[in-house]
């Protein structure tokens, strides 16, 4: 169960969630469920990111949930499990709404670039999954 202020915030911020049937809504909250993200977590998710439960209700519904398990494939690819995957979709839920060529993958390449191992990716995303939707030129090189 979402807690109630975080079903407040979702829909004062993203009122389309009132639109929804409540089936859909629960199919993508399955979803987040197998990653380990339900109660508070998913209230955590529901209240930065209220659109991804509408992910699966977009025109091309079967294309967004491909696009959620593409993610889930990208993470597991990196070696995290999906409990891992959990935690940082509740840190980042921004990630579902990213890119795979266009963003995480170049992330992964810059931090090829300057230096760190394959080995130790997982370590820095585990850290800071910010990272993998940070600006490079504004946010990653300054720093």
């Known amino acids: 169960m979402v807690p109630k202020l975080a079903v407040d915030h979702g829909i004062r911020s993203w009122p389309h969630l009132l639109g929804c049937s409540t089936s859909r809504l629960n199919l993508m909250v ?22 991804l439960l509408l ?3 977009q025109k091309n519904s079967c294309r ?9 494939l990208f993470l597991e690819d990196l070696g995290f499990d999906k409990e891992k995957m959990g935690k940082i979709v509740t840190r980042c839920p921004e990630l579902f709404a990213a890119s795979i060529d266009e963003t995480l993958k170049k992330k992964i390449e810059f931090l090829n ?3 760190v191992s394959k080995y130790h990716h997982p370590r820095v995303i585990n850290k800071y999954p910010e990272f993998l939707v940070s600006d490079v030129d504004r946010t990653l090189l300054p720093r």
């Open 55 to 57: 992910y699966v209700n």
């Open 113 to 115: 670039v300057i230096g």
């Open 30 to 51: 399955d979803q987040f469920g197998e990653l380990g993200v339900q109660n508070t977590k998913l209230g955590q998710v529901v209240a930065k990111s209220p659109p």
């Open 64 to 72: 967004c949930f491909y696009l959620f398990v593409q993610l889930v």
